[in-house]
């Protein structure tokens, strides 16, 4: 229900193992695992690799606004992407390789797994997973607010 969307943007951890080297604490994430963390865009029913676009949409500080419900559930369409990619290929779920090998490896999944979304091929059973426990980031982009203000105002 969003005017002039084009994608959700999220981002998932794929876990690795400890790369050798004094870079190795650079892939510690904030659970103390070691991972690659990946980044995507959903667009339509497919992952996207568009690193930079004009506007985010955050959510307001206040949880209760149709406006949050409304980007909680939109959010929650490229979640469940994540999940049936890490579903279709069970490699995600610890890759022993090094970092630079992995980053292929996740692309060549996510191009798979469109490919397999094109052609309707069956979609992987995802369990529901817990909500993470981070808060939602608030950009201090003037522009982003705005943009995130006037659709309030004119469709909730």
């Known amino acids: 229900g969003f005017p002039n969307v084009i994608g959700a943007i999220d981002c998932t951890h794929i876990p690795i193992k400890a790369p050798p080297g004094p870079n190795e604490g650079d892939f510690v994430n904030r659970k103390g695992v070691h991972s690659i963390n990946v980044q995507g865009i959903l667009t339509g029913s497919c992952l996207d690799s568009y690193a930079c676009r004009q506007y985010f949409m955050t959510p307001f500080p ?11 559930r939109t959010r929650a369409r490229i979640e469940m992407t994540f999940g049936q990619l890490k579903e279709r290929f069970q490699c995600l779920k610890g890759l022993r390789v090094a970092p630079d090998r992995a980053c292929d490896i996740i692309v060549a999944c996510a191009i798979l797994h469109n490919i397999a979304t094109i052609r309707k091929e069956r979609t992987p059973v995802v369990e529901v997973q817990p909500d993470d426990d981070l808060q939602p980031v608030h950009l ?3 522009s982003g607010r705005a943009a995130r203000d006037r659709i309030v105002e004119h469709h909730f």
């Open 62 to 72: 206040d949880p209760q606004t149709r406006y949050n419900a409304a980007l909680a």
């Open 140 to 142: 201090d982009q003037p």
